[in-house]
């Protein structure tokens, strides 16, 4: 008995060191690192080119009226962010690799603390449903492709 206490303390100091750590790296990181330096844009003009696909799926599509509706009056149309507003979301800084799909569930669920960017904090989008994330989602994973980024 003494020593699972012993190895589930550790587990727990472990897992805590190591949620520290990983926040004090998210810390330590210049808020523009990788993106665009976007000092010499006017406000509020688009930041990225976006090229738009030739079809999108019809999940997409839905997912693209749900996105104009509640997101591109700050990520601008077709995620191609607002310079003093917000970040284009067609950007590697989202590519499925480094922000999975979950991410942008809990960013419109709770909102997001800046730190890829310095146009401030995200507030959780109001009145938008688990389901049209998902569909917001996949109708940006098909302009990421679109424009390179997988």
């Not at 999108?56 to 310079?83: T, Y």
């Not at 499925?96 to 995200?122: Q, S, Y």
Request: hydrophobic content about 40%.
């Amino acid at each position: 008995m003494r020593n699972f206490t012993g190895v589930t303390l550790l587990l727990v100091v472990f897992g805590i060191c190591l949620f520290v750590w990983n926040r004090l790296e998210i810390g330590q990181q210049p808020l523009s690192s990788g993106s665009p330096d976007v000092t010499e844009l006017e406000e509020p003009s688009v930041i990225a080119e976006v090229t738009l696909p030739d079809q999108l799926s019809e999940n997409a599509q839905i997912g693209k009226r749900a996105f104009e509706a509640k997101c591109a009056v700050c990520h601008g149309q077709g995620a191609a962010g607002k310079n003093g507003v917000a970040p284009p979301l067609v950007h590697s800084i989202y590519r499925p690799g480094h922000h999975a799909d979950v991410a942008f569930l809990i960013a419109a669920r709770n909102g997001v603390r800046a730190h890829h960017w310095k146009f401030g904090n995200m507030p959780p989008v109001e009145g938008i449903t688990e389901g049209e994330v998902r569909l917001v989602t996949q109708y940006i994973r098909e302009l990421q492709r679109a424009n390179g980024i997988e």
